[in-house]
Nanobody
Framework: QYQLVESGGGLVQPGGSLRLSCAGS????????IGWFRQVPGKEREGVLC????????IYADSVRGRFTISRDNAKNTVYLQMSSLKPEDTAVYSC???????????????WGQGTQVTVSS
């Protein structure tokens, strides 16, 4: 069974940092595009960042520019979302999707995880 498993979420104070992980279970993430998305109840799912098969980074949410980065560790079959200078408006469920190329369209991905909650609050 192919799965994506996110971890690393939690409660953090404004200005703090978190690193989210997206691990492939039964699914190789090497040469796979991984997109990070976030969703707040009552709002549409928002694309945040994506790393392509060739390791090109794409920023989809202007609000995270300069604060969030994406990287991958092929040896660990994991893609990371490093978040710093977190703000209350970053509070959301963050999830990762895997597919052949980067896109903000959910339908372009083949696999997705259940998500991990990030709460930014004092």
């Amino acid at each position: 069974q192919y799965q994506l498993v996110e971890s690393g979420g939690g409660l953090v104070q404004p200005g703090g940092s978190l690193r989210l992980s997206c691990a492939g279970s039964g699914l190789s993430l090497v040469y796979t595009a991984i997109g990070w998305f976030r969703q707040v109840p009552g709002k549409e799912r928002e694309g945040v960042l994506c790393i392509s098969r060739g390791d090109e980074r794409r920023i989809y949410a202007d609000s995270v520019r300069g604060r969030f980065t994406i990287s991958r560790d092929n040896a660990k079959n994991t893609v990371y979302l490093q978040m710093s200078s977190l703000k209350p408006e970053d509070t959301a469920v963050y999830s990762c999707d895997a597919g052949p190329y980067c896109s903000t369209n959910n339908g372009e991905y083949d696999y997705w995880g259940q998500g991990t909650q990030v709460t930014v609050s004092s």
